[in-house]
């Protein structure tokens, strides 16, 4: 894209689906965005359009000061990087660690199924392969929300504020891998199982100076 785009066009991509990358908007508003190589139609019905990588790197990105009038102001509510906040105004898997949401639980489990199926339908879309078996794209750039997601999608109760029991999702210092703590031996042998069913690989190690056991996972290329 040679230009930014404009606040209509912006606001359209801010309002994306935060997993799946749906988008709505007008139809010029969409084709647009499919001119500019940042949105793509989808050649099965309902033919919805969706964020390219491109248009998932222009949401992330904060418009910079001094742009021209058009630009959309920048938006401080949005999802900061990883991990996520306990509420980023739309829909985030739970990492562990939040502070009660006070979400009924079918209703979390309506948005957590949801979500997790809109994730196979984009693995499905942006695999070379359309495979669902492997995390895309977007997984391996959002790691610990990606990882989460596939945890509590499975059913694995994220830890509470104090942390001390179900999963922990967090970040490492390794470029595509993330680590999940959990309070016991079984916590951590259950979610490995469900990484890798996932499509993941996920190893037990433990902690040299606490001693502490801990699942490093990464998503799988093959």
């Not at 359209?12 to 908007?25: C, S, W």
């Amino acid at each position: 894209m040679t230009r930014p785009p404009t606040a209509a066009q912006r606001r359209v991509i801010d309002a994306a689906d935060p997993v799946t990358g749906r988008l709505r908007g007008t139809a010029t508003q969409l084709a647009a965005l499919v001119r500019h190589g940042l949105a793509f139609r989808h050649p099965r019905p309902p033919n919805d359009h969706f964020l390219t990588p491109a248009g998932h790197r222009t949401r992330e990105e904060v418009p910079a000061p001094g742009a021209a009038s058009e630009a959309a102001p920048q938006d401080t509510s949005r999802v900061a990087p990883e991990p996520p906040p306990a509420d980023t105004g739309g829909f985030a898997a739970r990492v562990g660690g939040e502070e009660d949401t006070g979400q009924a639980a079918p209703s979390r489990a309506r948005e957590v199924h949801s979500a997790w199926q809109g994730l196979l339908e984009l693995r499905r879309m942006t695999n070379p392969d359309g495979g669902t078996d492997r995390p895309c794209g977007w997984e391996r750039t959002h790691l610990v929300r990606a990882a989460a997601l596939a945890l509590e999608a499975a059913g694995h109760p994220p830890a509470g504020p104090r942390g001390t029991d179900g999963y922990r999702v967090r970040a490492t210092p390794q470029p595509e891998a993330v680590a999940v703590h959990g309070p016991d031996d079984a916590t951590l042998r259950a979610c490995a199982a469900t990484l890798e069913e996932a499509g993941w690989q996920a190893g037990e190690h433990t902690d040299p100076r606490t001693r502490a056991r801990y699942l490093l996972a990464s998503p799988r290329r093959v």
